[in-house]
């Protein structure tokens, strides 16, 4: 598509449900980037993907989060047992893989609004 | 361990006036990307500008310029002639162990939230 797709905008759960955030990213990038940003914060890495190597997970904050890229394409964050504190706007972002021009920049969706109640 | 810090939270400035966003960086790579973007109220993040760490030429983009300096380890921005516009959050990143085949990670400071009054 021509942009960074995010599904689904809001989503309201109970604390301990289990809930799935999707990605779809730029046709052609490589690169596949999550953040979280709660009210009024800055932008907290989680995860990203290049390409066929194993992830970067250090910003994953406990074990109850994971993501996985299928497909070199879509990923999905998934959140385990949710917790009040995981309320916040996931945002995902990908870009071009590897040095020149667009390598590393960014290109944001609009975020999942997460709210656990 | 790489670091952004935007230490100024919230700025607020009447139209016209000049403004200038501060981003300071840590990193021990000497390989590395810095970048700026910006948050409008509607909330979907803008690229503004990436800068290597080879680079330490300033730029300039119409009303916005930005300042690379490594001996301080600083890239700070400034807005020229304020508009209402401008009023976002705005973000310094840092992109460090760049290769050539891959991405890397990317940490962002905390945001400076930037208000122009008209």
């Known amino acids: 598509g021509a942009g960074v797709s995010q599904s689904p905008s809001n989503k309201v759960t109970e604390k301990g449900k289990d809930v799935e955030l999707r990605c779809d990213p730029i046709?052609?990038?490589?690169?596949l980037y999550w953040y979280r940003q709660s009210l009024g914060q800055g932008l907290e890495f989680l995860i990203y993907?290049?390409?066929?190597?194993?992830?970067?997970k250090s910003g994953l904050p406990s074990d109850r989060f994971s993501a996985e890229r299928t497909g070199g394409s879509v990923s999905t964050l998934t959140i385990q047992r949710t917790q009040q504190e995981d309320s916040a706007v996931y945002l995902c972002?990908?870009?071009?893989?590897?040095?020149?021009?667009?390598?590393?920049?960014?290109?944001f969706g609009a975020g999942s609004r997460l709210t656990v109640l | 361990a790489q670091k952004v810090t935007q230490a100024q939270t919230e700025i607020s400035v009447v139209e016209k006036e000049d403004v200038t966003l501060d981003c300071v960086y840590e990193?021990?790579?000497?390989?590395?990307?810095l970048f700026w973007y910006k948050q409008p109220p509607s909330g979907e993040l803008v690229f503004l500008i990436r800068?290597?760490?080879?680079?330490?030429q300033n730029e300039i983009s119409g009303r916005y310029s930005w300042n690379f300096q490594k001996s301080t380890s600083s890239f700070n921005f400034t807005i020229t002639a304020s508009q209402v516009v401008d009023s976002a959050v705005y973000f310094c990143?840092?992109?460090?162990?760049?290769?050539?085949?891959?991405?890397?990670?990317?940490?962002f400071g905390s945001g400076t939230r930037l208000s122009i009054r008209p």
């Open positions: 990193t021990r790579d000497t390989t590395y990307y």
């Open positions: 972002a990908s870009s071009l893989g590897g040095p020149n021009s667009g390598a590393n920049v960014l290109t």
């Open positions: 800068r290597n760490s080879f680079d330490e």
């Open positions: 993907f290049q390409g066929n190597s194993a992830p970067d």
């Open positions: 990143a840092l992109s460090e162990g760049v290769g050539y085949s891959s991405a890397s990670k990317i940490i």
């Open positions: 046709s052609g990038h490589t690169a």
